[in-house]
């Protein structure tokens, strides 16, 4: 008899030679890979989690109507979405959880279809499996079969994508949202690297609001149908708390609150009460941004000194990067000069002959790593 699911083997396992390899420089690793912030938690967001501390009730799983409110505040002041209901809004632990539950809570099972983008965190297609679903890759629906359109009930959308920075526009977000509806699949918009747009996306440099999915220019205010999932791991240096949430279609949150409830997924109460914090000051958010800003200003040049190009990379942590060669050729001279990226392999075959560099280590680690590129 098998016991456990038969999942693929985790991907990041296949760094570990190459980790070695960078691990001989003499002035040590650089580790660009993962993407696991490295600077401080804000101290606001520490103290309120400190001043929670005495817990001793179960936490509600659709989380404090001081948490919704917070959440539905931000939505209106940081991305432009007024008419978000707080019944409309749940925690949850960490985005990756939801993302890898969600086929699941939805009730999706072996003759559905998730759709998720061409370059893709891999947890999208392993949601799938974990239901019993199937996983097919596409950006727009029309590019599908149609019998395989049909049986698409979940769709989701990673604007700012991780690996590669692509945002999609107001534009393109009501495109595949009218698709969606026309054939009754949930829209499920992955947007963690919102708050961290560059260049045209950049607010703080006179560039424009990353949209989301439940933006007035993509919904006409009707948010049937769709949901929005947000980390504060990436903004707010909260990667440790898992704290997350999701938001959208009253309906889907009512039902998704109450499988959760059964199954026990709650978010702590005192990081519950850390998250308000967290959202309800934006000075902390920009202070971070500034310091990935620099750290990206100083390591793109020297990335393409060093022969490779970079490609979309217009929002989030990571540079999408290619030197025409295979992936694993570009892993091992980067590990000759002790840096660790991480492997556009990891993202699906078209992100086979790239890697992913991320912006998420020290001032000190992110200056050594641009001397070493530029040779």
């Known amino acids: 008899m098998s016991l456990g699911l038969q999942l693929p083997d985790y991907p990041w396992n ?8 960078a691990a001989q420089h003499p002035d040590g690793t650089v580790d660009l890979s993962i993407g696991t912030p490295v600077d401080p938690t804000p101290q606001l967001v520490r103290e309120a989690l400190a001043a929670a501390a005495d817990a001793p009730g179960y936490p509600t799983t659709q989380g404090t109507q001081a948490l919704r409110e917070a959440v539905a505040a931000w939505y209106a002041r940081r991305r432009g979405v007024t008419c978000l209901d707080p019944a409309a809004v749940m925690p949850t632990v960490g985005s990756k959880e939801l993302v890898a539950w969600l086929p ?14 061409r370059v893709a965190y891999p ?6 499996r974990l239901a019993g679903a199937r996983a097919v890759a596409a950006e727009d629906l029309e590019e ?13 959308v990673n604007s700012p994508g991780n690996p590669t920075g692509a945002v999609r526009d107001a534009a393109s977000l009501r495109r595949i949202v009218e698709q969606a509806r026309r054939i009754g699949a949930v829209v499920a918009s992955d947007e963690c690297y919102a708050e961290l747009g560059w260049g045209a996306w950049d607010e703080a440099r006179g560039g424009a609001r990353v949209p989301s999915v439940l933006d007035p220019q993509v919904t006409d205010g009707d948010h049937t149908g769709l949901l929005s999932v ?4 990436k903004q707010s240096n909260l990667a440790g708390y898992r704290a997350a949430f999701v938001a959208g279609d009253r309906e889907l949150v009512a039902n998704l609150i109450n499988t959760r409830k059964h199954a026990g997924m709650i978010v702590p109460a005192p990081i519950q009460a850390a998250m308000i914090a967290a959202l309800t000051d934006d000075a902390h958010v920009a202070e971070q941004k500034d310091r990935y800003r620099a750290r990206r200003e100083l390591l793109k040049p020297a990335v393409e000194a060093f022969g490779l190009r970079v490609e979309d990379s217009a929002a989030g942590l990571y540079l999408w990067c290619t030197a025409g060669e295979d992936t694993w050729e570009t892993i091992g001279r980067l590990a000759d000069l002790g840096i660790v990226p991480g492997s556009g392999t990891f993202y699906g075959e078209a992100g086979s002959g790239y890697v992913r560099i991320a912006l998420t280590a020290t001032d000190e680690r992110v200056a050594a790593a641009a001397r070493r590129l530029r040779g």
Do not use: C, F, K
């Not at 296949?14 to 390899?21: I, V």
């Not at 939805?106 to 998720?116: A, H, Q, S």
């Not at 947890?123 to 799938?128: H, N, S």
């Open 123 to 128: 947890t999208y297609d392993i949601g799938a």
């Open 230 to 233: 947000y980390s504060l791991s």
């Open 144 to 156: 599908l079969d149609p019998q395989v359109r049909d049986r698409v009930r979940l769709v989701w």
């Open 14 to 21: 296949q760094m570990a030679p190459y980790r070695e390899r």
């Open 104 to 117: 699941t809570l939805l009730g999706l099972g072996p003759e559905d279809v998730v759709v998720r983008p």
